[in-house]
C-alpha cells in the first residue's frame, strides 16, 4: 500500500456524493453518526449505519447519500466550490443526518496482485457481525477515537487500523465463500506454500519445494495453484520477489547487491534484468524516481 487519504465528511440531510473511479484503491466509509446509504457501481448498494464500515477494494465509482433520490454531486465539484472544507461538507439547513470517515488505500499500479481480483465489489461490516470479530471491533473503536482527535500522525494510524481491518476482513471471506485467491487463502495446503514465499522470497524456490511445502505432488500442486490463485507457482514468486524489491528500492537505503539477496536473486545483474523486463526500467532509475512508475 503506497498512499492514504482520510477526511470526515458530514452528510447533510438531502446530500448525495458521487465519488469518482479510481483504479487500485481502496475506499472505505466508517459511519460515526447516523446513516447512510451506498452504492458502488450499478449493482452493490447498502445502508451504512452507525458503527459499521463499507469497504470498496476495486476502485468502483459510488454514490455516499442521506437521500437516495437527491440528485449527486461529484467529490471534485465540492472540493473546487469550496464545499468541502477540512473534511466537512459545509452548507445547507437541514439536521445534520450523517457523520462518516472517509479515506483510501494506494496500492502500486505496476504491481497487480491476485488477491484485488478475487474481493468482491462492497464490504460491508455490519454491527451485527462485530461481535464475533474482536479484532474488528477494537480497529473501529480506535478509528473513531484517532479520528475524533486528529492529533500528530492521525493519518499514518489511521491507514495502518484500515489495513488491519482488511486484512481480517479478508481473513473471513478465505473462510466462508471466498474465491479464486481467497479460496487458495483459505485452503491449507496452497496456503502453506504461499506463506513459505512470502516469508522467505530469497529461498532459491522452485515448483518441487513450493509442492513439498503444500504436502502435495508436484504435478497436482502446480495445476489447483495456477486455477486458484489465477498464475503458475512461479509466475507469483517473480510477482512477490520484484514486490518486495520495489519497496526496498523506496523505503530503504539499501545497496543493489543486498536489495538483490534479499528478493532471491544471485545477482545484481539478473536483478537488473528481471526488474526491467517486468517495469520497463531499471531499478536504480526506479529509485531516483519512484513516482514517475508508480501508476501506470
Known sequence: MDRSSISAPNLGGGAAVHVPEERRHIRFHLALAGACRLSVGASAAIELAQGELALVPNGAAQILATDPSAQPISLADLIAGGALRGGVLAGGERPLRAVLVCGFLA???AMPHPLMASLPALIHLRAADLGAEPWITAALRLIELEASLSGPGAHAILARLVEIILVQATRRLSATNGHGFLRALGDPRLSAALRAVHQDPAHPWRVGDLARAAGMSRTRFAARFAVEVG?????????????KARRLLVDTGLGMAEIAERCGYASVPSFSRRFKERFGIGPGAFRRSPDDFTER
Open 107 to 109: 496500492f502500486d499500479e
Open 231 to 243: 498464475i503458475p507457482p512461479m509466475d507469483y514468486v517473480t510477482g512477490w520477489r520484484l514486490t
